[in-house]
Nanobody, 120 residues
């Protein structure tokens, strides 16, 4: 079993920055892909960014391109989300997730989430 624990959320003013971390623990961790998702009140969950664990290719939602950067540290089994130029519409609970295999239909493991609030 894999456990994912997010940290780094908080309250920030518009234009500010935050860095989220997601640390994995449990059995040997070697996912196919890691992702950051977010869900704002009354809205559907949105994939923000993802990164391939081997190789590091990344994908971003259009809403965060140029502002957010996903990265990883394989030695620490940790994935990060650097968020710059934050906007009030970025306010949400942010979750990290792991997809074990290329053939997986969905992300199998999820963290508990960390709140990000951006004030105007």
């Amino acid at each position: 079993q894999v456990q994912l624990v997010e940290s780094g959320g908080g309250l920030v003013q518009a234009g500010g920055s935050l860095r989220l971390s997601c640390a994995a623990s449990g059995r040997t961790f070697s996912p196919y892909r890691m992702g950051w998702f977010r869900q704002a009140p009354g809205k559907e969950r949105e994939r923000v960014a993802s990164i391939r664990w081997s190789g590091g290719s990344t994908v971003y939602a259009d809403s965060v391109k140029g502002r957010f950067t996903i990265s990883k540290d394989n030695a620490k089994d940790t994935v990060y989300l650097q968020m710059n130029s934050l906007k009030p519409e970025d306010t949400a609970i942010y979750y990290c997730a792991a997809k074990q295999s290329y053939y997986s239909d969905a992300y199998e493991y999820w963290g508990q989430g960390t709140q990000v609030t951006v004030s105007s």
